[in-house]
T-cell receptor, first 113, second 113 residues
């Protein structure tokens, strides 16, 4: 069935370093991908999205890369800060209609001082 | 602009009871989706409503139902509660087209005893 998975359940980085969170997806028909950040006690917060006709998109301190050949998605966070500590989810939108997202299991990012 | 508002924030119910959760979307958003989040299963899609019509449905039993009102506000109902229904229920809204990001509320934490 459809699934979106993550390579690592946890990631620790030093404050100020760059972070890279990876995600593998299985549905080659998916054409829209999103990254969310979830802090404790809160709902997922939209970070950045990318459509399948692109392979890179940049936001403020974040970059998403999409490799459709190997069905891989990554989120790069530049100069990580303590406020970046959270669980990060990738999600894909299979071509089955609007708004149905399939989420990965999440990666917990911890920032060390 | 106010975000997605979910009420109540916490709820404790007994097996066999029913529960209704409420969601107010971001102003102007016509699509409301519901997701269940548990430690074991992660984030799973329940259903999506657009202009008062259910547009998409996940793989949950019929005990889970929802509706959307003319002002786009949505409610979700779970009947005959089971212990396994304990979860964080998240509502998300969007403008409604296929590639518009979902914006989540902070959820309703349901505990079934």
């Amino acid at each position: 069935g459809e699934s979106v998975g993550l390579h690592l359940p946890t990631l620790s980085v030093q404050e100020g370093d760059n972070s890279i969170i990876n995600c593998a997806y299985s549905n080659s028909a998916s054409d829209y991908f999103i990254w969310y950040k979830q802090e404790s006690g809160k709902g997922p917060q939209f970070i950045i999205d990318i459509r399948s006709n692109m392979d890179k998109r940049q936001g403020q301190r974040v970059t998403v890369l999409l490799n459709k050949t190997v069905k891989h998605l990554s989120l790069q966070i530049a100069a990580t800060q303590p406020g970046d500590s959270a669980v990060y989810f990738c999600a894909e939108s299979p071509n089955q209609g609007a708004q149905k997202l399939v989420f990965g299991q999440g990666t917990r990012l911890t920032i060390n001082p | 602009k106010a975000g997605v508002t979910q009420t109540p924030r916490y709820l404790i119910k007994t097996r066999g009871q029913q529960v209704t959760l409420s969601c107010s979307p971001i102003s102007g958003h016509r699509s409301v989706s519901w997701y269940q989040q548990t430690p074991g299963q992660g984030l799973q899609f329940l259903f999506e409503y657009f202009s008062e019509t259910q547009r998409n449905k996940g793989n949950f039993p019929g005990r889970f139902s929802g509706r959307q009102f003319s002002n786009s506000r949505s409610e979700m109902n779970v009947s005959t509660l089971e212990l396994g229904d304990s979860a964080l229920y998240l509502c998300a809204s969007s403008v409604g087209d296929r590639s518009s990001p979902l914006h989540f509320g902070n959820g309703t934490r349901l505990t079934v005893t």
